[in-house]
């Protein structure tokens, strides 16, 4: 099957640095990819739309201006957090839906665990 | 707009016993269903889904989920349960006419099989 990979898998940072993460489509090529925020025992919450030569498509209460996306080619999407505070601590995953875009299931990289001190 | 509830938030089973993990949802559209598995500081993966075609849908691990239109639901369901098989289990909503391809995900269920 398809498999997307997040580097790193987790970060430590101080408040007030940027931390990227990158999200990478290893065996198909991605022009859409997703960005998701977990919480501790919660669901996921979809972020932003990264679209590849096209800007982000931001969902409502995300901060585009903190969470930078830029998706380079059609395998490489990253989430810059910028100014990253303890408040931004959490579970960040990347979602790519591959080949047929009707019936794929869409395949999810391993996460991203952000923890800023 | 398109939700996904999962009215319960844990599910205790014992091993070698049927379990079931409830899901219902609302979509405009024709619905695009899913079931994902996360295990603990892992990403999400893909256990079923329903597209069309029979209700009942086969899918990994021995899962399977039936999907109910009058219902508006898709039960994961498996026959006899796992200790292996605890875990956090999200539904999945698709509005099939959304080429967009946004997923709006339930608020997960916690199964824990008991050995």
């Known amino acids: 099957g398809a498999v997307v990979s997040q580097h790193p898998s987790w970060v430590i940072c101080k408040s007030g640095t940027s931390v990227k993460i990158e999200c990478r489509s290893l065996?198909?090529?991605?022009?859409?990819m997703f960005w998701y925020r977990q919480f501790p025992k919660q669901s996921l919450m979809l972020m932003a739309t990264?679209?590849?030569?096209?800007?982000?498509?931001?969902e409502q209460g995300v901060e585009k201006d903190k969470f930078l996306i830029n998706h380079a080619s059609l395998t490489l999407s990253t989430l810059t957090v910028t100014s990253a505070h303890p408040e931004d601590s959490s579970f960040y995953i990347c979602?790519?839906?591959?080949?047929?875009?009707?019936?794929?299931?869409?395949?999810f990289g391993p996460g991203t665990r952000l923890t800023v001190l | 707009a398109q939700s996904v509830a999962q009215p319960e938030d844990q599910v205790n089973v014992a091993e070698g016993n049927p379990l079931t993990v409830k899901c219902t949802y609302s979509v405009s559209g024709n619905p695009y269903l899913f079931w994902y598995v996360q295990y603990p500081n892992r990403g999400l993966q893909f256990l079923l889904k329903?597209?069309?075609?029979?209700?009942l849908v086969k899918g990994s691990y021995g899962f399977e989920a039936e999907f109910n239109k009058s219902q508006t639901s898709f039960h994961l369901k498996k026959p006899s349960a796992l200790v292996s098989d605890s875990a956090l289990y999200f539904c999945?909503?698709?509005?099939?006419?959304?080429?967009?391809?946004?997923?709006?995900f339930g608020p997960g269920t916690r199964l824990s099989v008991l050995p």
């Open positions: 979602s790519a839906p591959p080949g047929d875009r009707e019936l794929s299931e869409q395949f």
């Open positions: 065996d198909f090529q991605a022009t859409t």
């Open positions: 990264s679209n590849e030569g096209s800007k982000a498509t931001y």
């Open positions: 999945a909503v698709r509005d099939g006419q959304d080429y967009g391809q946004n997923f709006v």
């Open positions: 329903y597209i069309t075609g029979d209700n």
